[in-house]
């Protein structure tokens, strides 16, 4: 229920900077995911919104009010923990009430907001419990119903879902994303490194690297119109492969030479001038499909995986990383073979400088 | 190698290792209880080991006084029991004189020296028969050797903590030890609980040179301020009394307070403290909400050694507790008086030393989970 608005954030650690220049506008009702490498910063932004770590520069706006040396708890804000960070000597009942009692709400108001919070996360039966006599799955529930009974403006959420195991998280990932859906008026900043979480959840994802924002975008945006080699290989999995090469026929169509007589083209326009450019060609892994015809890539299967839904194809790569090809269904025998691999124009990105052409 | 869910090699020793401690610890403890509850005579005659056993003695009993006499015909009878009604002592032999304490076995008929014979029989009978009155004021003395059975006594507790005529009881000294000691607990703990947190979890300047300072008073002897402490007691004016006690408790204690509570406190999550701030609870409310509730382990486990360390206090209480009228005589002091005036009274001495580590013992196997818990405070999530 609350917008919010990043200008020229910035932190720093003395002289270690941490992140510099962050402009970003969350607009009421969205779902927006910091996602990012280690260490890129993504939890210390989101700390920053919550005010546990001072903001170095720049201006933090929640609902058109600087809160930049608000304290935490008059932010209008609720945050969920990695570790939960349940108050392990008080029952999950005294653990969602704490913060309303600290508020000075009556008791009925208390009761009930608990056990509205309680139906909607399926905690009736555990309201009496220690958190210690709770599963994973619980706890974080119980986290979750600690911050929906504050009704903040803003939802703050720092990896929630990362200490619980595999099949936990997909049903909790679901569980989130319904109860978003269920509040489609709350705001919620969300940090994880999980690709899966990000593009399932997310209204915008947010990447963070270097020190700053490398894109915003809905998570097909990013998927599909990357604006940079750094996004284009985080997003996606297996990574992008990227090729080198030169520009040498322009237009609507983009062809590009690239080395061993192979060549790709490419629905990205350009223009006379970027005629001779040296640009990097990527495709994704699942992109690129066999042909006989003049191919963008030739190349030596080195290993191979099966998957069973897919077929990955590793290739030798004499400098640098492996380049992946992604073949649907099972394929055997394709050990020690050379393959020709082709892509579609509309899935062929070209990137000068790290930058995609795209975004010119 | 070690592997998990083998006994390792050293195992044995480990086991014979505690079960030499337990055995170390447990012997003169329960050898100080069991002489507290016997006589002097089976102190003097048999150790403790001994006492679920019958004891062979050597006892000088009394017959009864010449005025006791009656006459049967035209001999004067003293007739009784030597023992105590209700004591099943057997005599074996027996004498009348100090230089010949087993002359006659039991049944015997023995020469009197002032004229007529006495017999004694095995259970303590005997008849004393003379054809002159006895004369004199006090019985004859007898002296037997006798087995008695076990035989504990309430006696010396009875004594030592209930005789009101007992200038040397341990009743009021119980209560002085009590007196210094709780408050000595109590303040420490509560001065280093909020120290503790601000040292762990708030920011300020010079916050580490504290730290470093607290480390290093905690090797600081207690001896060092002695003189200059109670120097400034006495100027202050409070040098002869409780208060000055307490106060140099708390001090001796503050240091391994602090830092065993802050090592505690750093240990907590972050995350639940930052939670608990965007809660809104203010620095107050976290202590009080939050902190002080997960450190209780540690908080117990500091307040048993200081507990036990100021409850066996001699040096710190003879030299603060200065008492010329002997009302503020702590415990530990009392037994050291005891040892110069009733040196050879084990009994006593047994009982008011097992008296001053009752408290000791109940407060240890009562809280020793949190010791324990307290001690490996960290280590286990």
């Known amino acids: 229920m609350a917008d919010l608005k990043m200008t020229g954030i910035a932190k720093s650690y003395g002289d270690v900077n941490v992140l510099k220049d962050i402009n970003l506008d969350i607009k009421t009702g969205e779902l927006i995911v910091f996602v990012g490498p280690s260490g890129c910063g993504k939890s210390t932004l989101l700390r920053m919104v919550a005010g546990l770590e001072s903001i170095t520069g720049g201006e933090l706006k929640i609902d058109s009010t600087v809160v930049n040396d608000i304290p935490p708890a008059e932010r209008g804000i609720a945050m969920v923990f990695q570790s939960y960070a349940l108050y392990p000597h008080m029952t999950v009942r005294d653990n969602m009430s704490f913060a309303l009692k600290l508020a000075k709400k009556s008791k009925e108001e208390i009761d009930a907001s608990v056990s509205k919070a309680a139906k909607i996360l399926q905690l009736e039966d555990y309201l009496d419990r220690l958190p210690k006599a709770l599963s994973g799955g619980q706890r974080q529930r119980v986290a979750i119903g600690r911050s929906i009974v504050r009704d903040p403006k803003v939802y703050l959420f720092d990896e929630p879902l990362s200490n619980l195991d595999a099949a936990l998280r997909v049903a909790t990932r679901i569980e989130i994303a319904q109860l978003k859906e269920s509040m489609p008026e709350s705001t919620m900043i969300y940090v994880t490194h999980d690709q899966v979480e990000a593009m399932t959840l997310a209204t915008r994802i947010v990447v963070l690297a270097n020190k700053g924002i490398a894109q915003v975008g809905t998570p097909l945006d990013l998927y599909e119109r990357p604006e940079n080699e750094f996004v284009a290989r985080f997003i996606g999995s297996p990574a992008m492969n990227l090729w080198p090469g030169k520009v040498v026929a322009t237009g609507a169509q983009t062809k590009v030479q690239l080395a061993d007589g192979c060549e790709a083209i490419s629905d990205v326009p350009t223009t006379e001038a970027d005629m001779g450019l040296k640009v990097n060609v990527g495709v994704r892994p699942e992109d690129l499909r066999a042909t006989e015809a003049t191919p963008a890539y030739t190349g030596k299967v080195d290993f191979t995986e099966l998957l069973g839904e897919v077929t990955q194809i590793y290739f030798d790569a004499p400098a640098g990383e492996h380049i992946i090809a992604k073949l649907p269904g099972i394929v055997h025998g394709l050990r020690g073979k050379t393959i020709r691999l082709t892509a579609a124009a509309d899935k062929v990105h070209l990137f000068a400088d790290g930058r995609s052409l795209l975004y010119r | ?381």
């Open chain 2, 1 to 381: 190698m070690h592997i998990a869910g083998q006994k390792s090699s050293l195992s044995w020793a480990v086991h014979i290792s505690v079960l030499a401690l337990v055995a170390l610890w447990l012997f003169p403890t329960v050898g100080l209880l069991v002489s507290s509850f016997r006589t002097s005579d089976q102190i003097a005659t048999s150790g403790w080991w001994k006492a679920m056993f019958p004891s062979q003695q050597n006892l000088t009993l009394r017959s009864d006084a010449p005025e006791l006499q009656v006459q049967e015909g035209d001999v004067f009878v003293i007739e009784g029991m030597l023992f105590a009604e209700g004591k099943n002592a057997e005599i074996s032999v027996w004498g009348v004189s100090s230089r010949a304490i087993d002359s006659f076995v039991a049944g015997d008929s023995a020469p009197l020296k002032k004229g007529g014979t006495v017999t004694v029989q095995a259970n303590g009978q005997y008849r004393m028969e003379n054809t002159e009155p006895f004369s004199g004021t006090r019985g004859t003395r007898i002296f037997v050797t006798a087995t008695t059975p076990p035989e504990f006594t309430l006696r010396n507790y009875q004594n030592v903590l209930f005789d009101p005529e007992n200038a040397e009881g341990m009743a009021k000294a119980f209560i002085n030890t009590l007196t210094v000691t709780i408050p000595a607990t109590i303040i420490p703990i509560v001065i280093a609980a909020f120290a503790a947190y601000a040292l762990a979890w708030m920011e300020f300047p010079g916050r580490a040179l504290l730290i470093a300072v607290i480390v290093g008073l905690l090797v600081v002897p207690l001896q060092l301020a002695l003189i200059p402490l109670l120097k400034l007691h006495n100027e202050v004016g409070i040098g002869k009394g409780y208060l000055g006690a307490w106060l140099a408790h708390t001090g001796f204690g503050l240091p391994l307070a602090i830092y065993l509570l802050r090592n505690y406190m750093v240990g907590l999550p972050r995350d639940i403290i930052e939670n608990a701030r965007v809660d809104g609870a203010t620095e107050f409310q976290i202590f009080i909400k939050i902190i002080l509730p997960l450190s209780f382990p540690a908080l117990a486990s500091f307040a048993i050694f200081q507990f036990l360390w100021t409850w066996n206090d001699l040096l710190v209480a003879l030299v603060f507790l200065i008492d010329s009228t002997g009302d503020t005589t702590v415990m530990t002091k009392q037994i050291v008086e005891l040892l110069g005036t009733r040196g050879g009274n084990w009994e006593i001495l047994a009982t008011s030393a097992f008296v001053s580590i009752a408290v000791p013992l109940m407060v240890f196997f009562a809280m020793q989970k949190y010791l324990v818990r307290g001690l490996l405070a960290g280590s286990v999530k």
